[in-house]
C-alpha cells in the first residue's frame, strides 16, 4: 500500500509542474526584454521607417532603420571633358 501511495505523490508531483501558460508568459517576457536591447518598442503597428525585429505577444516590435546617406557620384562621371577643335590646336 505503501508503494500506491508513493506512487500517486509522483503521479501528482509531475502533473502540477508548471503550466502552458506559465511557459508562455516568461517566452513573452524574453521577447520584449529582446526587443528593448535593439532599441526597439513594442507597438501595436510600425512605421515605414521601421522594420519588424520579432513579436512580443501580439504586437510586433518596432525597430528604427539606421539613415543611410545616398552615394555621392564622382564628379568625373558627370562633367563631360573640354575638347578644344580650332585648327590651331592642330
Not at 501528482?12 to 524574453?30: A, L, M, N, W, Y
Not at 510600425?46 to 557620384?73: H, L, M, T
Amino acid at each position: 500500500m505503501k508503494i500506491f501511495y508513493t506512487f500517486l505523490i509522483i503521479i501528482f508531483t509531475v502533473s502540477c509542474g508548471p503550466s502552458v501558460p506559465q511557459r508562455k508568459i516568461r517566452e513573452d517576457e524574453i521577447r520584449k526584454r529582446e526587443c528593448y536591447l535593439v532599441r526597439g518598442a513594442c507597438k501595436t503597428e510600425c512605421n515605414s521607417w521601421e522594420y519588424i525585429y520579432n513579436y512580443c505577444d501580439n504586437e510586433p516590435c518596432c525597430v528604427i532603420r539606421e539613415y543611410q546617406k545616398p552615394a555621392k557620384r564622382k564628379a568625373t562621371e558627370n562633367s563631360r571633358k573640354l575638347v578644344n577643335y580650332s585648327s590651331s590646336a592642330l
